[in-house]
């Protein structure tokens, strides 16, 4: 009876509306889901919407929960199945998230540090709401499965959006995971919208870092692999985990491990490192190197991105319309711009969320513009010396962290430098 009880209470729970809508998204769910779609004939539109969703959602998810506020993010991707919930579990030692059997009641998940143990969801009503930290199981998994009962079993993961998950366990105070569905191929069992791999591919493209899962059973890694990977950003590092490795003998792992660094170096990806990884032995291979990689990441400062990553819909648009000559879509796009960005202002500012205005975004090249030309007038030399200094001690620092993180930003701005100071 305290059962059911209980399972109602969470039923109630989960579907609750919003009393008072504190934050009101609807505005902007009126720009994104019915203004953008009309400029559809832009090239690769389907991919950049995606990705522009991914960010609008990301963007709520930061207002909803103030628990992610100046956290990085490390999206976990692979195949669903390749061990992502479980390497999780494993890897903060605490077994909270459910190994998912069927993808539509899996429920994106961020995990974060608190020295207080607390659940709390976003619904499809935007609506925030606590849980029990047991009842995340029950919304995957259904309320009868964990209670033994012979009542139908309800799941309620497609009435949440997202959970996020407050432990003492999660060592890293500047990061939050999150935990995907994964994809899965079309033709596949597992294959819901929620496993859609344009999905998967957007929410990579919204993290900061990415942890990419394969299974050692497969022994390999897949074309599908591969081309996922190829398509997201190429500055977001990736650390590849070869996972399961308890299933198999030491020398197929190695094998599989260099068989993936080169199809991935043939396929021009840029990655951190190829690890080994068993959540049935979560001490042993290589946990201690994904840790080395974690710790880095932690202590990278957060910068917000959202102004750049929601400027490159608009900035495609507008550069498709324009090369077409069709101005009276560019001022449409540009005039559509402007509401959203003062919309999503109105809502950062009301939830303390800093924002860069999408014309800052572009000044953010504007100071090396401005030295080049000011050397060029004084006929200005530049000094090598300096340039080393810069090169070695000011980029190289781990002081100066970026959110890029990767060599290749570090590289540009280097390049651009020195082109600014030419060889005397
Ligand atoms: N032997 C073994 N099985 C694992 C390991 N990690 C996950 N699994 C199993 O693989 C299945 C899928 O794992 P899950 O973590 O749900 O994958 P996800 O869909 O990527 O989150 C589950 O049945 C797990 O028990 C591992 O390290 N070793
Ligand atoms: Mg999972």
Redesign the pocket.
Known sequence: MENIYNNLKLLSHVIAKPTEKILDFSQLDNIIRSQIPLFNEVDNFEALYSDFITECDKFKDYVLYSELSEKNLVA?G?????????????FNADWI?????D?ET?VPTYIVHNEDYQVCAVNIFENKIQMEPTDVKKVSHGTSQIDEQQIPSVTLGHMLESILIQTPKHNYANTAFL?T??YAKPYSNYYTHKTDELGLRSKLNSSNFILW?I???TEFITQADINLIKSVRKNIPKLIIV?????KPAEVLDKMCDEIKLSLANNQINYVDVLK?????PQAYDSHKIKYYMDRWDNRIYLSSFAKNLKVLFRECINYYTKNADYEAVEQLKALQNIFFAQIKVIADKAGIYMTQPEQVELIRKPLEVVREYKKLQQIRSNPTIKNLLANHVFDSHQWRLQEGSSEYTTKIVNLINGVMPHQ
């Open positions: 976990l692979g195949l669903f199945g390749s061990g992502k919930s479980s390497f999780l579990n494993a998230l459910p190994d998912d059997i993808p899996s935990d569905a994964g899962f299974s050692a059973e996972t399961k490795a308890d299933t990884f068993s959540s049935r032995k």
